[in-house]
C-alpha cells in the first residue's frame, strides 16, 4: 500500500517491480508482493477502507510543521483520500 500512496510508481511510470524496489524492498520481497498483486485477489469492505483513508488523513494532519493552505476563500485538502475503482470485465 505504501508503494501506491507515496507515488513511487511515478518515476518508475507506473511499472511495479521498480517501485517496490524504491520503496526499499529486497528483490525477493518484491517479487513476493508483485506476484500476489499480479495474481491475488483482493477484497476490503468498503468501511475499512474509509476508517482507513480518514487514519491516514489525521496522521497527516497531526505531523509537526503541518498547516492548512487556504486559496481564494478554499481550504485544500491535507491529503488526497480520492479512491480509484477500476473497472472488471465480465464474462
Do not use: N
Amino acid at each position: 500500500m505504501w508503494m501506491l500512496v507515496s507515488g513511487a510508481r511515478l518515476p518508475s511510470r507506473g511499472v511495479v517491480f521498480p517501485a517496490l524496489k524504491a520503496i526499499g524492498l529486497s528483490a525477493a520481497v518484491a517479487r513476493r508482493a508483485w506476484a500476489a498483486m499480479r495474481g491475488g485477489v483482493w477484497q476490503i469492505a468498503i468501511m475499512s477502507l474509509l476508517i482507513l483513508l480518514r487514519l491516514w488523513q489525521a496522521q497527516i494532519e497531526g505531523l509537526e510543521g503541518f498547516h492548512y493552505h487556504r486559496h481564494g476563500g478554499y481550504r485544500a485538502v491535507s491529503v488526497d483520500i480520492t479512491a480509484i475503482f477500476l473497472p472488471q470485465l465480465r464474462g
